[in-house]
């Protein structure tokens, strides 16, 4: 499997990943093709997933700037169209309190806002995609927080108050009867804390609507054209130009975006190089559940689900009455095909549900999420100089992208556009660079058995 961390390209025009979602999804829907012709842009996004495709969107509906998506395999080939399909208002893997303390109320009030602008805009843009909407198999409202141990109900019970009392968030409070009567009656489950404005959907269908959306709107979004070698020249005394390097044709950009995250090559740039930690999260889709199963489960929600492990288990039941359950993958791409990892989540998942224990899983793959250093994603513009700063990423979502990089997306279309972002951390600085680069695996392995000690003994 494609390894950012090792690879200087994730291929040209190849097809997807044999998941569940290229499955259910039916056709993908036209695109503009291969570049195949040298062109001059004012705009290029290089990458086709969430982030890419909302900036292109909201350059051309609120800016009136017509951009150029380079996407190297196919729209949403990346983790946008491999992930679970949750629609959280999520901030990455930084707590709300630890941003309290760090940079004050407002700040963390004003991020906050954003995360929900994020869930907001991922509603607006499903809404107005056609009469019907986006047709992305969108499920009832419901977000549970399960507590993995006793003693971890407690502090979900805790953090329940702090976000009402910081927010007025409407969460609620079940115990472990409660859960497992109203719910699910899920082993593993010691209570839980219940948001009301989660959801789940069909994540490659929503990446569809979305290029549908572009596309409409004018953009151009061409498919099979990885950059293969990217350049900066001076193009008179102030300006620098953008020359894209694709199989069949040269881009010349006045301004590039940088939307390829978790997927982002080897040595792509020097202004993302050792800022972010590809890390591969497993997903396994069951056979559909019988009556009888779903009964014995007393498996009555299809709100999406999420434990308070160090290395978290993730699930949903789908549409069609299958389950979806994932988990963290291997640390490799070499290893990430290894039946091992899915084998593995399909036997936590029967120790939740001991109804289960024959049931089988028909689909499993894998996907790259973005870790940062500082557990926060970061929309930045480059700015070696006023006129040289034509080069900008968003990037970092820390496996909690799905909602938030549509949000990134429109910020990004404001940098390129030169309007001002709001001032936050999340917009006014550059992803930090990990020390020590090289050994990142080595920490990641270290972190994943910190994880799995804590979660089985502490």
């Given at each position: 499997m494609y390894d950012?961390?090792?690879?200087?390209?994730?291929?040209?025009?190849?097809?997807?990943?044999?998941?569940?979602?290229?499955?259910?999804?039916?056709?993908?829907?036209?695109?503009?093709?291969?570049?195949?012709?040298?062109?001059?842009?004012?705009?290029?996004?290089?990458?086709?997933?969430?982030?890419?495709?909302?900036?292109a969107l909201h350059l051309a509906k609120e800016h009136g700037i017509k951009a150029h998506v380079l996407e190297a395999n196919k729209t949403a080939w990346g983790c946008s169209g491999r992930n679970a399909g949750f629609i959280l208002k999520s901030s990455g893997r930084k707590p709300y309190s630890t941003m309290q303390k760090q940079w004050g109320e407002e700040v963390m009030r004003d991020i906050y806002d954003e995360m929900c602008a994020g869930v907001d805009t991922v509603k607006e843009l499903i809404s107005q995609a056609s009469d019907l909407g986006i047709d992305c198999q969108q499920q009832a409202a419901g977000y549970i927080k399960v507590a993995h141990k006793p003693k971890m109900l407690n502090e979900l019970i805790a953090l329940a108050k702090l976000q009402q009392k910081m927010f007025g968030y409407d969460v609620e409070i079940l115990s472990q009867s409660e859960l497992r009567q109203q719910y699910m009656d899920d082993r593993n489950a010691y209570g839980a804390i219940r948001y009301q404005d989660g959801f789940g959907l069909n994540p490659l269908k929503l990446a569809w609507g979305y290029q549908q959306l572009a596309r409409n709107a004018g953009v151009k979004i061409h498919t099979a054209s990885p950059v293969l070698n990217w350049q900066e020249e001076k193009n008179g005394t102030k300006n620098v130009q953008q020359t894209l390097h694709t199989p069949k044709g040269i881009v010349k950009a006045k301004k590039v975006v940088i939307a390829t995250n978790g997927y982002t090559p080897k040595g792509f740039h020097s202004l993302v190089t050792n800022r972010t930690l590809p890390v591969l999260s497993q997903i396994i889709v069951t056979e559909p559940l019988t009556d009888e199963q779903i009964a014995a489960c007393n498996f009555l929600t299809s709100n999406v689900v999420m434990d308070t492990r160090a290395l978290k288990y993730y699930y949903r039941k789908l549409p069609d009455n299958r389950l979806l359950f994932g988990g963290r993958g291997a640390i490799t791409g070499k290893s990430a095909d290894d039946p091992?990892?899915?084998?593995?989540?399909?036997?936590?998942?029967?120790?939740?549900?001991?109804?289960?224990?024959?049931?089988?899983?028909?689909?499993?793959?894998?996907?790259?999420?973005?870790?940062?250093?500082?557990?926060?994603?970061?929309?930045?513009?480059?700015?070696?100089?006023?006129?040289?700063?034509?080069?900008?990423?968003?990037?970092?979502y820390c496996g909690s992208g799905v909602s938030f990089s549509v949000q990134a997306g429109k910020r990004l279309a404001e940098k390129v556009a030169g309007i001002n972002s709001p001032n936050l951390p999340l917009y006014q600085k550059a992803l930090p660079k990990f020390p020590l680069a090289p050994l990142r695996r080595v920490g990641q392995w270290g972190y994943f058995h910190y994880g799995k000690i804590k979660d089985e003994y502490f």
């Open positions: 950012p961390l090792h690879d200087k390209t994730p291929g040209c025009g190849e097809v997807y990943p044999n998941s569940y979602w290229a499955d259910v999804s039916g056709e993908a829907p036209q695109d503009d093709g291969i570049i195949n012709q040298d062109i001059d842009v004012d705009v290029a996004i290089i990458g086709a997933g969430y982030t890419g495709l909302s900036c091992y990892y899915a084998k593995r989540l399909l036997a936590v998942l029967k120790t939740s549900f001991p109804a289960l224990t024959k049931i089988k899983y028909q689909y499993a793959w894998s996907g790259w999420i973005c870790m940062a250093l500082d557990d926060l994603p970061h929309i930045y513009q480059s700015h070696e100089t006023n006129e040289q700063s034509n080069v900008f990423y968003s990037m970092g």
